[in-house]
C-alpha cells in the first residue's frame, strides 16, 4: 500500500487506537487531525502530526490543504446541537476533499432504539429512543445524503458500547461506581476498542460505498451479567441492583430504555474478520490480567 493520507475529524479513542495500529504496523503514514485548541503539533508513540482547530464552524483554514491532499477521512465527532458539524462543513467545502477514497463515519447503536431483547441487524427498523440516538440517526442522514450528491465513498460504522483497557467496568467496580438495574430481557452489546481499529484497518483495502456495518461482539449480555463477571474476576461483591426510577443520571437512565442484541454477521463476513474479543469474558479478562 502507498503513502496513507489519513485525516480524523475528531481525536478521541477510536481514532487514537486506530492510528496506533497503523503506526505499529509501520505504515508509512500521513496523519492530520482536528480539535477545538489552537492548531498545535502532537506526538503518538514518536510519531509527530499536526492537530487543526476545527470547533462548530470555526477552524484552521490550514487544513483545507490537507483535506484536498487526504485519502481516507475518518469522522468520530459526536453531533452538536443535533448537527453533524463535519458533514455540514464539508457541504460548503466539498471541492477540497477531491482525493479522497474512503470516509468513514461513526455512529451508535444507539439508532435502533428498544427493540425488546430481540435480534437487530443492518437492515432493522431504526427507531431511537434517547436523544443521542436521534442525533446520531440524523447525522447518518446527513452523510448519506452528501454522499449521495458528490458520489462520495462513504461507509457508515454503528458501534456498539465501546470499552477498552483504560476505561471499563473493571475500574467503576474497583471505584464504586457500577449502578445496576435488574431489568428482565435487558440485552446491550459492547466492542473492546482495539477491534474497532482492526476493523477499520482491515477496511482501508477491502472498501464498498454506502454501506452500513453493525460493529459488535458475539455475546449481547445484561449489564448486570456483565458486572458480576467483572466482580468475580477482582473477587469483589456484586453491585446490588437499584430501582430505575432511583438513578440520578439521565444518561445511564436512558441507557435502560433500549433492550436489543446487535448482530455482528455483516462486519465479519465481509471484513473477514476474527473478533480479538469475541465476547465481553475475552476482554475482561485480559484487562484483569494486563492492567489491573
Known sequence: MSKLKVFCFGFGQVAKSFVNKLISEKKDLDLSITSRQKTH???????????????????????????????????????????????????????IIKNCQWITYLSATSVYGDHKGEWVDEKSDTKPTSINGINRL????????????????????????????DSNILKRLQLGKVQIVDKKNHYFSRIH?????NVLVKSLE???????????????????????????????????????????????????????KVDNKKMKNFFNYNLKYPTYEEGLKFIFDNYV
Open 41 to 95: 503539533q502532537e506526538d503518538l508513540n514518536d510519531f509527530k502530526f499536526i492537530s487543526y482547530f476545527f470547533n462548530n464552524g470555526e477552524f484552521d483554514n490550514n487544513l483545507k490543504t490537507k483535506l484536498n491532499e487526504a485519502n481516507y477521512i475518518l469522522v468520530s465527532i459526536p453531533p452538536v446541537d443535533g448537527k453533524d458539524i463535519v458533514a455540514n462543513y464539508l457541504s460548503v467545502n466539498s471541492e
Open 206 to 260: 477491502n472498501f464498498k460505498s454506502n454501506e452500513i456495518y453493525n460493529i459488535s461482539d458475539d455475546k449481547p449480555a445484561s449489564q448486570s451479567e456483565v458486572a458480576i463477571y467483572g466482580a468475580s474476576l477482582l473477587k469483589l461483591a456484586k453491585p446490588k441492583p437499584i430501582k430505575l426510577e432511583d438513578i440520578e443520571n439521565e444518561m445511564l437512565k436512558s441507557f435502560y430504555k433500549d433492550s436489543k
Open 193 to 197: 476498542v482495539d477491534d474497532i481499529a
Open 138 to 165: 440524523n447525522a447518518e442522514k446527513a452523510w448519506k445524503s452528501f454522499s449521495a450528491k458528490y458520489n462520495l465513498p462513504l461507509q457508515i460504522f454503528r458501534l456498539a458500547g465501546i470499552y477498552s483497557n
